[in-house]
């Protein structure tokens, strides 16, 4: 498998936040959101089997495994490392952008998927069907960078009832883009039942561009 990194950390995210993780970080997306934060996920790698991840994961104290990218999803081999991590017994994150078929996924994966707002330059590219394929063990997240991406999340997560569908629905607003106290405003007057998160890790570690 193609993997940027592998280091362990604080889940910065999702109803997940606070607790700590080991990040398994595979190389490669097919994506260019405006606000990208792991472009230098994009092509750095160094191949490693599933056995050699594993093995990796050993020194770290945490049963919490978080896959993510790039986008983890387009390697076909992600899903032989979510079986082997289940067997082991870990409880399995895996962060998507939501454009990549979600129908082959195990269901005992906690899956957080993101669909992406008209500011990020990709919104063309969610893949809506994937909803079906989301439960109550599931979340999505909208990362906002302004009143438009608001408006727009709001009517998608009622025309989907998203609020029923998953675990948690989650705003997110873009890091240095959108002040925090604009968007809890505008979730504390929406009336829907959603989440406001901030990105925990870069609160604590600021100056922190990537993990170790």
Sequence with gaps: MRINEIFYSIQGESSYIGRPAVFIR????????????TS???NEYRELTIPEILQSLGR??????????????LQPSVHDLFRELLE????VLAETGGHVALDSMDPRVHKIMDLKCPSSGMAQHN??????????NDEIKFVVGDRRDFEWS????????????VGAVLFSPVHHALPYDELARWVLE???KVRLQLQLHKVIWPDMLRGV
């Design 88 to 91: 082991l017994d870990y409880e």
């Design 26 to 37: 595979l190389s490669g997306c097919d994506l260019r959101c405006t606000y990208c934060d």
């Design 127 to 136: 893949r809506f069907e994937n909803i079906q394929w989301l439960g109550g």
């Design 154 to 165: 709001c009517e998608i997560i009622r025309r989907y009832n998203l609020q029923s569908r």
């Design 60 to 73: 770290y104290a945490t049963k919490l495994a978080i896959v993510t990218g790039g986008e983890p999803l």
């Design 40 to 42: 230098y996920a994009f």
């Design 190 to 192: 929406c009336g829907l």
